[in-house]
């Protein structure tokens, strides 16, 4: 299938686009590298031993995106390109609802000028807010509690209505747990500015030495441990449920919200100790008071993902920690040339 993706530079498109080049797909994609270096697209080629056109701009641009759907003419689009940091989104509420909403609106403009009718939209386990019950099935009502959540839900709404104008449409809302790990070969992984805000590549900087130690955020939670509990999922069982949601809207129309986690939570401490078997490193961590907005726990139902989707994530929380450590110990800085 020709298949626009946005956003392909970044953390899980760039898992993502070396699974599509892997089944054949015909590859487009489009990032601003706002979040993310050119780099990854000659490292993903390597990897797939694929190559692929791609252009640095932005969804937001009308003139741009009219160019490249005229040119590329995608069957279907993956929109991955977004801002996703929970914090920033308080402090600058207006960037996030323009830069996620209209770059959604937009996108969504341009495929009916070309009537391209297949959408995979990248969404959030933050849909779901303050959980009246664990785990979070797909219709657990949807309250999200910050901005950047809310540009999820709104999102979501937005390709509701704009699939409901036409039978022949098709999108799928994929709502992401936690992606974290790396591609196995240690090639590509999760490269974030600045001091991390998500556990993974926090402990992940502690065990490389970038980082003295991990904060913990709050050990008197009502979980196994007192610290918190999410569901980790590994990129690239993320990456391979993109390719079956595309299968998916190729052959059905309408629009489904599906789950993509493991279905189990694991707590901060699980993690940390799961991390230092898997590199062989200590990693020194502080409990410290919780951090605002935190939920104690949240995991996945991930049947509807099994029964609708054919997926179900395969790679365990010690695949998690050894493929992000193959990472992070082969690009101590990342993308960015060793000094
Ligand atoms: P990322 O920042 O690594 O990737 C996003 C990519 O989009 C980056 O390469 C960035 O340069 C690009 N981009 C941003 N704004 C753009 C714009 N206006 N035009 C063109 N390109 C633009 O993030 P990610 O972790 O790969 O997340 C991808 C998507 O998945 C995002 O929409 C995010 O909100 C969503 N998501 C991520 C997580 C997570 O924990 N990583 C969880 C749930 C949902
Ligand atoms: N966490 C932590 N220290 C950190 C980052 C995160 O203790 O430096 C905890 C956080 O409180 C939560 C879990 O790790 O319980 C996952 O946090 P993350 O930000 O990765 O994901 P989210 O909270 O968005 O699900």
Redesign the pocket.
């Known amino acids: 299938m020709r298949v626009l993706v946005?956003?392909?530079?970044?953390?899980?498109?760039s898992h993502t686009l070396v699974t599509l080049l892997q089944e054949r797909h015909d590859v487009f994609t489009?990032?601003?590298?706002?979040?993310?270096s050119p780099e990854t697209f000659n490292r993903v080629m390597r990897l797939s031993n694929q190559t692929f056109d791609f252009e640095e701009?932005?969804?937001?641009d009308a003139d741009a995106m009219s160019s490249i759907f005229s040119a590329f003419e995608p069957e279907a689009v993956i929109h991955?390109?977004?801002?996703?940091a929970v914090g920033e989104s308080e402090e600058k509420p207006l960037l996030y609802y323009q830069?996620n909403l209209n770059?959604t609106m937009n996108l969504l403009a341009q495929m009916d000028k070309i009537n391209c009718r297949n959408i995979v939209f990248?969404?959030?386990?933050?849909v779901y807010g303050i959980p009246e019950f664990l785990p979070y099935t797909e219709d657990h009502p949807l309250n999200p509690i910050n901005v950047y959540g809310r540009t999820?839900l709104w999102s979501e709404q937005i390709i509701s209505d704009w699939a409901a104008t036409d039978p022949s449409k098709s999108a799928m809302l994929l709502r992401?747990f936690?992606?974290v790990g790396a591609h196995d070969s240690g090639q590509i992984g999760e490269d974030p500015s600045g001091i991390p805000n998500?556990l993974m590549p926090f402990i992940s900087q502690v065990a490389i030495g970038r980082r003295p130690y991990l904060n913990v955020f709050g050990d008197d939670f009502d979980t196994k441990d007192g610290t918190g509990v999410r569901d980790y999922i590994h990129i690239s069982d993320l990456a391979s449920g993109h390719v079956k949601a595309l299968d998916y809207i190729s052959q059905h129309k309408g629009v489904e919200a599906v789950n993509l986690g493991t279905g189990e939570g694991v707590s901060v401490l699980e993690m940390v100790h799961a991390f230092e078997t898997a590199s062989g490193q200590k990693i020194d961590y502080k409990i410290m008071p919780r951090r605002k907005g935190d939920l104690a726990a949240n995991w996945a139902d991930s049947r509807k993902a099994e029964t609708l989707l054919n997926w179900k994530a395969t790679k365990t929380i010690h695949d998690m920690c050894a493929d992000t450590w193959r990472w992070q110990s082969q690009n101590p800085n990342g993308y960015e040339p060793q000094s």
């Open positions: 946005t956003g392909g530079s970044g953390y899980i498109g489009v990032d601003n590298f706002s979040n993310s701009a932005d969804v937001n991955f390109a977004g801002l996703k830069e770059g990248s969404s959030s386990a933050t999820k992401y936690n992606p998500n």
